[in-house]
């Protein structure tokens, strides 16, 4: 048993990887669309590449989502208006006629004969008003519209103008009495009429709006079918038309019809095995390019961890809405691994997290292409991230990259413009302005996941910070080394393409250690004491090594980064202290030379490599008596080549043709530290 536990903590790095690698597939295939890939690839406007397709079984022709919408449109539009037709009112109305026509018309005005026929009149007048319904004037409807009028549950279907308005009344009771040969008495009737008449007619929108629903429920989203057998396209043949619909028709049925219990454990193992695949690849890459990323379980993690958000982003918004795929700002990923690792990484997880995609999001091909060639513009135009004005300069160059591929893509599809709208490219504008949240990313990135970009680099860069200004106040003479240091390995980073930046920052905190006694470095010494003298060359040896140590913990107690850190351990390698090592030997006394030898360990980058040759080199350069261009060339290349002797740059991913340049680099700079000049004949 204890054996089991011994090898599982020996290959607890191992075993979390497989964990984290299994947990990232299963969350991905959860993520991915319930439903088969399609086998066939087709674009619009394309010929279809294929045997010729013929129908493998019977299905229904879909509309595309604007006919849909066509259709609902016109139901909308030709829906007729719901009234309530009150006979209750029509009574009272009727009542009150009785009860006030002696009023208008008084009996002995008229023999009885006129006096029955006008009452005869009104009555006819009134039956012809509510024969269809009286209704209050109505401005937003016109006459021709198609009403529905519910009497006693019985509907009655009218066109809007047959209905009296209150605002008619006058007109329509003077047409009447004309007919009958009395408009002498039209204003009795009006002001008869204008007394009584009241609205019967009411619009009923809760009745309107639940028929409508009703009928827009059923609008169908198919038109015909497609018999089992039926030639669909023959090979050759351009994909447009009816063609197309009927290509897009099979590719949803098949999918719809694909995922079921029968299939759904085989298309979960595809998902699976292709997910693997592709994230093999990346732990592949990883491990045989980027062991140091590999070794890193909290790298690694970070890495999965932002493909899987947004593959969740992609699909959220697929399952929303489509139209809005673009909107997704995609480039975050490689700009964010090229933040705190290199541009071919970021490139590299981006181009696998654009082919997972490529199976949920539809016309995967152009998907894919605009995607890639987004990727390829964002690692080539971000460049120092911690100026913020590259950023929003990369942003624009991606998104108008996004919208001339994308242009593109439009014209060749359609053939013509007539489809394009102002949205079609702001969501390209959207994507952009959604890949500014970057930088915020980048600061809650680095507090997750205890990462250093060259966002914080730059802050770390500054000589007012609090650390550099007591190591100022503390040791000057070492905080103007440091200085210096800075310049020469940033220089020479910049030339072999190395993170300036980095070693920089870590150039002006290697020796931070040298705090605690700066006395007892020689760049501190103001007078001609030392107090070396006081110790024997194994004691000074160890007040020497410890700097390292002990500019270790200053390091980490001031919360620095892991990537400064390591400047701080690497920068004397196993070297020895050589100054008091020779006192020992000369002493020829018994003494163990690993008494003198620092800890290591040895650079294992470009960039620590380039800080130890810089700090050997102008730590050394204070001793030269009198400088000159042969004397500071031989000096540079005997300290290097005895650092290369040493095998202090085998783990440090630098090659012989790198470290000529350095050398080149220091004997420049080094010459004007010294202001060299040419000797001019008097």
């Not at 135009?381 to 990369?394: A, D, M, Q």
Request: some cysteine; aromatic content about 14%.
């Amino acid at each position: 048993m204890k054996r089991l536990l011994d090898k599982l903590y020996s290959n607890q790095s191992l075993i979390y990887k497989i964990f984290l690698f299994i947990l990232t597939i299963v969350l991905i295939v959860y993520f991915f669309p319930k439903g088969g890939k399609f086998k066939y690839d087709f674009q619009k406007g394309k010929l279809w590449q294929e045997e010729t397709l013929y129908a493998p079984f019977d299905f229904p022709i879909y509309k595309t989502e604007e006919e849909v919408e066509q259709d609902r449109e016109n139901i909308t539009n030709n829906h007729p208006d719901y009234f309530q037709y009150d006979v209750e009112v029509r009574e009272t109305v009727e009542a009150d006629f009785e009860e006030r026509f002696p009023t208008f018309f008084p009996k002995d005005s008229f023999t009885t004969r006129q006096y029955d026929r006008l009452y005869e009149d009104g009555q006819e007048l009134l039956a012809d008003m509510y024969s269809l319904g009286v209704v209050r004037s109505e401005g937003d409807r016109s006459d021709d519209k198609v009403v529905n009028v519910v009497r006693q549950n019985e509907e009655n279907t009218v066109l809007f103008g047959q209905l009296l308005k209150i605002s008619e009344l006058e007109t329509f009771i003077n047409t009447h009495l004309e007919e009958r040969k009395v408009e002498e008495l039209s204003p009795a009737f009006y002001g008869l009429f204008f007394d009584i008449i009241r609205p019967n007619v009411f619009f009923d929108e809760a009745l309107t709006n639940t028929t409508l629903q009703a009928k827009l429920s059923r609008v169908t989203r198919t038109r015909g079918n497609v018999d089992k057998g039926k030639r669909i396209i023959a090979k050759g043949e351009v994909v447009e038309g009816e063609k197309y619909n009927i290509l897009s028709s099979l590719r949803r049925e098949y999918q719809s019809q694909l995922w079921n219990e029968r299939n759904y454990n085989w298309i979960v193992l595809g998902y699976v095995l292709i997910v693997a695949l592709t994230l093999f690849m990346l732990m592949l890459f990883l491990k045989k390019y980027r062991p140091e990323v590999y070794e890193n379980n909290n790298k690694v993690t970070f890495i999965f961890f932002n493909i899987l958000v947004l593959i969740f982003l992609t699909t959220a918004v697929v399952k929303f809405n489509v139209d809005y795929v673009y909107v997704v700002p995609l480039c975050i990923l490689p700009l964010i691994l090229k933040a705190f690792f290199d541009p071919r990484l970021g490139l590299f997880v981006h181009v696998l997290t654009v082919l997972l995609l490529g199976f949920i999001v539809p016309n995967s091909f152009e998907y894919v292409f605009l995607q890639i060639i987004a990727g390829i513009v964002t690692i080539q135009t971000i460049s120092e991230l911690h100026k913020r004005v590259n950023l929003f300069i990369s942003v624009a160059q991606i998104t108008l990259v996004y919208i001339l591929a994308y242009f593109a893509f439009l014209v060749i599809h359609e053939g013509n413009l007539d489809n394009a709208t102002l949205f079609t490219f702001a969501k390209f504008i959207l994507n952009g302005l959604a890949t500014l949240a970057a930088f915020p990313l980048i600061y809650i990135y680095e507090k997750v996941f205890s990462l250093v970009s060259d966002v914080s680099l730059l802050e770390l860069s500054d000589t007012n910070s609090k650390l550099l200004k007591e190591l100022s106040d503390k040791a000057p003479g070492t905080f103007h080394h440091s200085l210096q240091v800075a310049n020469l390995a940033e220089a020479a980073a910049n030339e072999i393409g190395a993170n300036s930046m980095l070693v920089r920052v870590g150039a002006l905190y290697h020796d931070i250690g040298k705090m605690n006694n700066p006395m007892y470095f020689t760049e501190n010494q103001r007078t001609s004491v030392n107090p070396h003298n006081e110790l024997l060359p194994k004691e000074s040896a160890r007040v020497i090594i410890d700097h390292v140590l002990e500019g270790i913990e200053i390091a980490k107690k001031n919360k620095l980064p892991d990537r400064v850190i390591d400047f701080i351990r690497t920068h004397h390698g196993t070297t020895f202290v050589y100054y008091f090592y020779k006192q020992a030997k000369d002493a020829g006394s018994d003494f163990n030379p690993d008494d003198f030898r620092y800890p290591g360990p040895i650079p294992f980058s470009r960039e620590t490599a380039i800080l130890m040759m810089a700090d050997s080199v102008e730590a050394a350069s204070k001793s030269l008596k009198n400088p000159n261009f042969s004397v500071i060339e031989e000096f540079v290349e005997r300290i290097v080549d005895k650092q290369v002797e040493e095998d202090q740059f085998i783990n440090a991913n630098v090659t012989f043709k790198e470290i000529r340049t350095i050398k080149k680099v220091l004997k420049h700079k080094l010459s004007n530290i010294y202001h060299l000049r040419v000797e001019y004949p008097e």
